[in-house]
């Protein structure tokens, strides 16, 4: 099996900062790809921020330039740095990891932790 947490969420005012962690443990051979996505009140879970084992990494539009993605491989954990916050940033923020575990390839979701970002 296979665990996923997320942590770092919280109130801040727009302009502030967050950085989020999520961690992967369990039965893990290899973690391929790795991505934050986001669900907004109303609205559908959106890609954030993905970032390869090799270190490419792909944003979304609205966070270019504001969030960083970046993964420890040896500690099997992911970081998302958001800053200069928008109220419209506000939503449950998930991580996403794709591993290798006892069959390759598998999908597995953390709860969510929630950003909130006041105006």
């Known amino acids: 099996q296979v665990q996923v947490v997320e942590s770092g969420g919280g109130l801040v005012q727009a302009g502030g900062s967050l950085r989020l962690s999520c961690a992967a443990s369990?039965?893990?051979?290899?973690?391929?790809?790795m991505g934050w996505y986001r669900q907004g009140p109303g609205k559908q879970r959106e890609l954030v921020a993905t970032?390869?084992?090799?270190?490419?990494?792909n944003y979304a539009d609205s966070v270019k330039g504001r969030f960083t993605i970046s993964r420890d491989n040896a500690k099997n954990t992911m970081y998302l740095q958001m800053n200069n916050l928008k109220p419209e940033d506000t939503g449950g923020y998930y991580c996403?990891?794709?591993?290798?575990?006892?069959?390759?390839?598998?999908?597995?979701w953390g709860q969510g932790t929630q950003v909130t970002v006041s105006s």
């Open positions: 369990g039965t893990i051979f290899r973690i391929n790809g």
């Open positions: 970032t390869l084992r090799s270190g490419n990494t």
């Open positions: 996403n990891v794709n591993v290798d575990t006892v069959l390759p390839h598998r999908d597995y």
